[in-house]
């Protein structure tokens, strides 16, 4: 399942003086089981964008193609865009309703009108990959949960109903650093392991850099890169110029560069960056 | 679409109206609103709005703003101006089958029509041309005038003043539930009016949740900094009447007089 976006632009209240441009004439394809993160200042575009993959925004001018279907035809009754498209937005635990946890993830599946069978079914396995007991949680109130639960059961909630596209806006948001890396696992196993499409929004770069396969990076509206982390954070100073960071490790390495030993600062995840530094400094 | 509420909203300019107290603003909205219910005939509506044409030039907002709050209540003007049409025994004019169309229900659902018409866009003048806070302050300065209510003055315009300041973050917060709910296939659409009455919870449940948490948090953060009703507060702007102001009253209740006046006039356009 692919994407195939063509000179998107997107803009806010046209005709009125608050008229803005959110989106400017952007351009990408990303292919079937790709893991890309976007990241971007605060309002450059990047949640304007992913709205527009599952038609909650519709284009000012441009084409969205998800799987060879432009999705903004109106043809194309929207039950089929979001059963190709799964968007997990910020603090996604804020949709929650019903009594149940088990009610809850069932609503998207009973919405595309699976079975009953079908739908405990894929209740089962979305709670599951989001590292759920299912007998012990389904028959609780989602509102009794802790913060870090309730956000796995409303991302739960869209797994349910098998988008071979997931796009997932600032998932780890407010969580500790422990709920953070385990939610990023999960993310990439359901990448890996499921070979789910995944479109991940962040400010964090270290996050990007460790997870993801390919990057966008968004400021004012356009797409100014998009290509592996080893191409994104080579040139530090033009994610400086957008007020981005390079990742910590990488920025560890620079400094370190900097202050005159001879290190290669081409690594950007924790892990090479401290191979590096052992090989320079010895054990 | 829910963009579209104008109610409480404020468009900045540099007009005369915008540097009127609230005081003023407010005491001319009330007058505005009794006297247009005094009106009893086409007359004083026609006069009513010439007073508000003229407000709204002088205000320098848009005209299609001030109707926007108009946009909203179609559906009730529509109600009845039909209900009035049909209903209203007299003269007939017109009749088909069971139907009559009266001159007495002509005039009425003109009237009707025209009443609220100029009612909303009347009063969104109001909110049009003053800052939230003012108008709070505004309301508390007049409350304080009125015996009994005067004693919670303070406590009133607090209400207000956080009603009104949280209903463009509740807005925002329900589009944001709404594209949640919608990408899981949450249908709001749908022809069928149970469906659709149903399809309301997945909205309604997150919104009152995260109204009671805000509310909660907001609570918690005003104790917090030892808030305890107005007694003894003193304001950092104090409300002073201006010799604008006195002209504002003067032609204001000029025109309400003007308004008044029409009752008596007997020629009938319909």
């Given at each position: 399942m692919s994407i195939e976006v063509r000179n998107l632009t997107h803009i806010y209240s046209q005709g009125t003086v608050f008229e803005r441009i959110a989106l400017d004439n952007v351009s990408f394809d990303v292919g079937p089981r790709d893991f890309i993160g976007i990241i971007g200042h605060t309002g450059s575009g990047k949640s304007t964008l992913v709205q527009h993959i599952n038609r909650l925004l519709v284009p000012t001018s441009g084409t969205v193609i998800v799987n060879h279907i432009d999705?903004?035809?109106?043809?194309?009754p929207m039950k089929d865009i979001v059963r190709r498209v799964g968007i997990v937005f910020q603090y996604p635990e804020s949709q929650l309703f019903e009594e149940t946890v088990y009610k809850d993830v069932s609503f998207g599946p009973k919405n595309l009108g699976y079975d009953d069978e079908k739908t405990d079914f894929l209740v089962r396995q979305s709670l599951e990959i989001m590292g759920l007991g299912f007998e012990e949680i389904k028959d609780k109130s989602p509102f009794e949960l802790s913060g870090g639960q309730k956000r796995r059961v409303a991302i739960a909630g869209v797994i349910a109903m098998k988008p071979p596209i997931m796009i997932l806006d600032e998932?780890?948001?407010?969580?500790d650093p422990v709920g953070r890396e385990e939610m990023l696992n999960m993310i990439r196993d359901m990448n890996q392991e499921l070979g789910i499409c995944i479109l991940l929004v962040t400010h964090s770069m270290d996050d990007v850099a460790q997870y993801a396969d390919k990057i966008m990076v968004f400021s004012e509206g356009k797409l100014v890169k998009y290509g592996p982390p080893s191409e994104v954070f080579a040139d530090s100073q033009f994610l400086a110029n957008i007020r981005l960071d390079v990742p910590q490790s990488k920025s560890v390495l620079e400094r370190l560069k900097e202050k005159g030993f001879d290190i290669d600062t081409s690594a950007y995840t924790t892990k090479e960056a401290a191979k590096e530094i052992l090989r320079v400094f010895g054990k | 679409m829910i963009k579209d509420v104008v109610i409480g909203q404020y468009y900045p300019t540099d007009s005369v109206i915008h540097k009127l107290d609230p005081r003023t603003k407010i005491m001319a909205s009330l007058l505005y609103i009794v006297f247009l219910f005094m009106a009893n005939n086409i007359w004083g509506y026609f006069a009513a709005m010439f007073f508000l044409i003229v407000i709204v030039i002088i205000s320098k907002i848009p005209v299609g703003y001030v109707l926007k709050g108009i946009k909203g209540v179609v559906f009730i003007i529509l109600m009845t101006l039909i209900f009035n049409l049909l209903w209203t025994p007299g003269e007939a004019l017109y009749t088909l089958g069971p139907v009559t169309i009266t001159r007495e229900g002509v005039s009425a659902s003109i009237n009707m029509a025209l009443r609220l018409m100029l009612l909303i866009s009347g009063t969104s003048m109001m909110t049009l041309t003053t800052p939230t806070i003012q108008l709070t302050d505004g309301m508390e300065a007049l409350i304080k005038k009125v015996p009994f209510l005067g004693r919670v003055s303070h406590e009133i315009s607090m209400m207000m003043s956080i009603a009104l300041r949280f209903i463009p973050t509740l807005t925002e917060e329900l589009d944001r539930i709404m594209k949640a709910q919608k990408s899981r296939g949450?249908?709001?659409?749908?022809?069928?009016i149970v469906k659709r009455v149903k399809g309301y919870v997945p909205l309604l449940v997150p919104l009152f949740v995260s109204a009671f948490q805000r509310a909660n948090d907001l609570a918690m953060a005003m104790e917090a900094r030892c808030y305890h009703g107005g007694e003894g507060r003193t304001r950092l702007k104090i409300l002073k009447y201006e010799k604008r102001d006195r002209i504002a009253y003067a032609v204001v209740i000029f025109a309400m007089a003007g308004i008044f006046a029409t009752r008596f006039i007997t020629y009938r356009l319909i």
């Open positions: 999705i903004n035809d109106k043809k194309v998932p780890t948001s407010g969580l | 949450a249908d709001f659409e749908s022809k069928n």
